[in-house]
């Protein structure tokens, strides 16, 4: 069993920078790949980045790549997304998701883990 908490989440102007925490309880952190999705109002939720259990692997989607690096620190059972040169577009809630191994399907998987979600807003 894996709880996650998102956190950092608000509101930015674009090009700010903003760092997302997923904080995780549960002994197991450290064997799930966890992934970074994002909603926005009215849109379907899209894929924004992964990490695998130890770090070695991590997957981002084109929209983010080379300004939303992802990290974990298995010790502190919390991987962090660090956003860069934040756009309007960037502005969505963003969840956490730990799954056994890296998977982009934005649907919830059977096995997977959810937290509740932290606001971005990105201001022109």
């Known amino acids: 069993q894996v709880q996650l908490v998102e956190s950092g989440g608000g509101l930015v102007q674009a090009g700010d920078s903003l760092r997302l925490s997923c904080a995780a309880s549960?002994?197991?952190?450290?064997?799930?790949?966890i992934h970074w999705f994002r909603q926005a109002p009215g849109k379907e939720r899209e894929f924004v980045a992964a990490?695998?259990?130890?770090?070695?692997?991590?997957v981002y989607a084109d929209s983010v790549k080379g300004r939303f690096p992802i990290s974990r620190d298995n010790a502190k059972n919390t991987v962090y997304l660090q956003m860069n040169s934040l756009k309007p577009e960037d502005t969505a809630v963003y969840y956490c998701?730990?799954?056994?191994?890296?998977?982009?399907?934005?649907?919830?998987?059977?096995?997977?883990?959810w937290g509740q979600g932290t606001q971005v807003t990105v201001s022109s």
């Open positions: 990490i695998s259990w130890g770090g070695g692997r991590k």
């Open positions: 998701a730990a799954r056994p191994q890296i998977l982009q399907v934005v649907t919830a998987q059977a096995d997977d883990y």
């Open positions: 549960g002994r197991t952190f450290s064997s799930y790949a």
